[in-house]
């Protein structure tokens, strides 16, 4: 019986949120994100499951839109935190 539900690798899920695959493996640890293991031990993710996340239905809501918003590779938020500039300060 197809139930039509296929299976994501965490890369396919990860490029449909537009993050890092160890992102999406983070997010099924924490239990953000149900997941099932392949008997190789490989995680795999309900594609219906990954809609519905999607479209605002699930537990992904609960991310900091500030952290979300902010720009990678900003460096530090705070002045004097570790960073290339600081370097050799200790």
Not at 26 to 42: D, E, N, Q, Y
């Amino acid at each position: 019986m197809d139930t039509g539900d296929r299976l994501l690798t965490p890369g396919e899920v990860a490029a449909l949120f537009r993050v890092d695959p160890k992102t999406v493996t983070r997010w099924a640890a924490a239990g953000r994100i149900g997941s099932i293991r392949t008997p190789g031990g490989h995680r795999r993710f309900r594609e219906s499951e990954v809609r519905a996340l999607l479209e605002g239905e699930g537990m992904l809501d609960e991310v900091d839109t500030n952290v979300a918003d902010r720009p990678r590779n900003a460096g530090p938020a705070a002045p004097g935190g570790p960073g290339p500039a600081n370097a050799g300060m200790y």
